[in-house]
């Protein structure tokens, strides 16, 4: 009774400023738009570990010195970079979903969601920015640390591993937490193939409320929470991790 009470205060406060809050008294609306805040929270939990393992592995095939690890991975990471997020999305939702349909035989057997083209499409789009940043860091670790490393006996993979990485991942610190920040506000794209996070849920709503107004206030001011804190957390892992007398 005590949460009835408050919704209803809610709803009658922010009716006064001239916002619609109404759908928030009704079961069916309300479940359906706290189901889109938990599921764009969900994206945003598996899409940042996702993103940062492929772009490390990204950054590790480019700075390898192999061709036929770097020239894949650099046709990837230019095409991904260099085209629209939604374009790439409904590139692989339209197309190779439909491929992947026909080769188990019809979309009736096909195990991949829309919610799983979301986090591979917006995952991978957001590791190729990693992969450079990671790779503009690897490239920056002084040659006399790099000598020095492979003085003491280390093999170029231990060297990549225990010395340029660290590094680099500290130096680039900055732009991955652009990029993450970037990978947030991306999470949106799924509501073009239906995956019913907190844009696509609104639009459900303030397509039968004409609320648009009230619903574009909240998604702004969640956003920017959810960005803030995510730029606190990167600011604080970057001085927890800063090197003293590195310059970093």
Known sequence: MQDINLTDLFVSLT??????????????????WRDGFITTLYLIALLIPVSLVAGLLFAACLTSGRVWLST?????????????????????????????????????????????????????HIAALHAEAIRAGIEAVPASTVEAARGV????????????????????????????????????VGNAIAVSEITYASIMVWTQRDNVVS??????????????????????????????????
């Open 72 to 124: 894949p991975v650099r046709a990837f990471v230019e095409i991904t970079r260099n085209t629209p997020t939604l374009v790439q999305l409904m590139f692989s939702f339209l197309v190779l979903n439909t491929f992947v349909s026909d080769l188990v035989g019809g979309a009736q057997n096909n195990p991949l969601s829309p919610f799983f083209w979301v986090v591979a499409v917006v995952g991978l």
């Open 153 to 188: 006996g280390f093999s170029q993979l231990q060297i990549l591993q225990y010395v340029q990485v660290p590094l680099a991942f500290r130096a680039s610190l900055p732009a991955i937490v652009n990029n993450l920040i970037n990978l947030v506000k991306l999470t949106t």
């Open 215 to 248: 619903m574009m206030i909240v998604i702004l001011a969640f956003f920017s929470l959810i960005n803030l804190v995510v730029a606190r957390i990167g600011l604080w892992v970057e001085r927890r991790l800063a090197v003293p007398g590195y310059g970093l």
């Open 15 to 32: 009716g006064r400023l001239g916002l619609n809050y109404e759908f928030l008294a009704t079961g069916y609306e309300a479940q359906i």
